[in-house]
């Protein structure tokens, strides 16, 4: 990070100049690609963590009485574990002893801060088989957002919206490294709450029993089978803070520059509108509290 911060020295005077001709050149094609919204940065080595349930809110009930929400807390922290070995920096919307838990707009507006490059919601169940993995059912917009333009209203139940091309993308590689490890995973779109409020990619992990031919499924308590959907998440996710689709729209369509070069601009770009970006983040309605 010493070393980027350098070469933005350097660069900084040039960078918002380069950024903005390189955008106007090619923003025809930067609305079919799976990028970062312009003027959205977004920190590589962030993973946000949500263990859905909590306190009272127990979730389902697993095999010998077992709460969901225990079960999600354990794979989280599990995750957390993994990742914090692997260079990530972790947030999670509840660790252990929580009594009340955050309602899901809560846990959607802590993620929101962070600029994460990942977002992970967690749930497990008794029923189904394998992993099932869950993006946000909102459609892509037409043309990706441009956040860099001050203030631009993002309605809180379509926050999700610019970011659900990375969302699919992320989906997809968190899929491939579970079959990698012979685990089954489906892929589908449901607005599990808080997806469509998260401003990251995101998405939603829901654990089934493990089936086998011939012999008793593992169920999702069983902490050997955590442990393995975890080491294929954590491959999938360090794979994926390198991805080109962190890349703002600009800054990912730019054939031309260094590696050193778009990620100046990118800091450039973060530095210089710090304000904007605060105000661009959307807000839940105030009296509102979903189902978990
Ligand atoms: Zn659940």
Redesign the pocket.
Known sequence: MRKHAAVLLVTLASASTAAITVRAQTQAAASIKANAPAGWPINHTLVVLDP??GGTEG??VLGDHVA?KDITLAVASKLRAALSTNGFNVVSTRDAGGSDPLSTDQRAEIANRTHAAACIVL?ATATGSGVHLYTSDLQAPNQDPDLTAGFVPIPWDAAQSGFVRQSADLAVSLSTALGKAHLPATLGQAPIRPLNNLMCPAVAIELSPLAAPGAAATPATDGNYQQQVVNALTVALRAWRDSPALLPVADASTGGQTSAQSKAIAAAEATGRAAAKVRTSPTPPPAQKGPQ
Do not use: K, L, M
């Open positions: 859905a349930h979730g389902a969901e749930h």
